[in-house]
């Protein structure tokens, strides 16, 4: 399977993950996108040193993998190009910062702390994302953001975009695939025909989304989102699953529990 067909295969299993009858999937979407949203500000809010009062936001991934069902294995490999450009981000904060301070016992730069706390911040926001995509379709994430009153015309780009990725991604690899028929034995692309073969999958994306959208006229699409499905209503258990979770947020936000703990033992 080539990497093309296997980013296919990827995110047809993520939709069908996120259509699951696991109670997690069955929460409201409004909730899960509040509580994502709300997770990931607080994360990011911790200051640049306070890793012990970060590595207490680490309850929630944990809590997602066990309540949601989700492989830690699938999600670690579905991430591992996101992950590394995150991680990235910080990898030059110990040249820049040098002041010593004593981390878990040892003198270490101010920067390596400032890096780790970088990276988790990151690591964190990326997997909350995550499990709300893979608990909640592209539907009943779009219908939250039209809730809480995001632009219809951004919302509707957002369902697009991701809707018809795998159509840009077949063509991507029909492309490929021609090329290869052409210059057998030849291992990838060669530089010369690059601008080329992005101009031909330019035309092919055009002529797609022309079809695609006179498809969409006939069907009477007018410019506004509409949510196809029976309306979500909030539930009690909607509600208690806003308050646990939220709650969690603040008093891991306020109360570094792996110092309390730490210094308990």
């Known amino acids: 399977m080539s990497k093309i067909d296997s980013a296919i295969h990827e995110i047809h299993k993520l939709d069908n993950m996120s259509d699951d009858n696991r109670w997690v999937n069955r929460v409201h979407p409004l909730v899960k996108l509040l509580l994502t949203i709300g997770y990931i500000a607080l994360t990011v809010s911790f200051g640049k040193y306070d890793i012990l009062g970060l590595f207490g936001m680490a309850v929630y991934p944990i809590a997602m993998f066990i309540l949601a069902e989700i492989s830690v294995r699938e999600t670690f490999g579905r991430l591992k190009v996101v992950l590394p450009l ?4 910080g990898l030059f904060n110990p040249f820049f910062d040098k002041t010593p301070v004593l981390f878990f016992g040892l003198t270490v730069r101010a920067g390596v702390v400032s890096m780790i706390t970088l990276m988790l911040k990151g690591v964190f926001s990326v997997l909350a994302s995550y499990f709300l995509v893979a608990t909640t379709s592209i539907d009943k994430i779009c219908y939250s953001l039209r809730l809480i009153h995001v632009p219809e015309i951004l919302v509707t780009q957002i369902m697009l975009t991701y809707r018809y990725i795998v159509l840009l991604l077949k063509e991507v690899n029909r492309i490929t695939d021609a090329y290869s028929l052409r210059a057998p034995g030849q291992k990838g692309i060669h530089f010369r025909v690059w601008g080329s073969l992005t101009g031909q999958l330019l035309l092919r994306s055009m002529d797609r989304a022309t079809i695609v959208y006179e498809s969409m006229l006939l069907r009477g699409y007018n410019g506004n989102f509409t949510y196809i499905g029976e309306e979500d209503k909030l539930t009690m258990t909607d509600v208690v699953y806003l308050v646990l979770f ?9 109360c570094p529990i792996v110092a309390v703990v730490g210094g308990a033992f």
């Open 246 to 254: 939220g709650g969690l947020f603040v008093f891991l936000r306020l």
């Open 86 to 89: 995150v991680c990235f981000i």
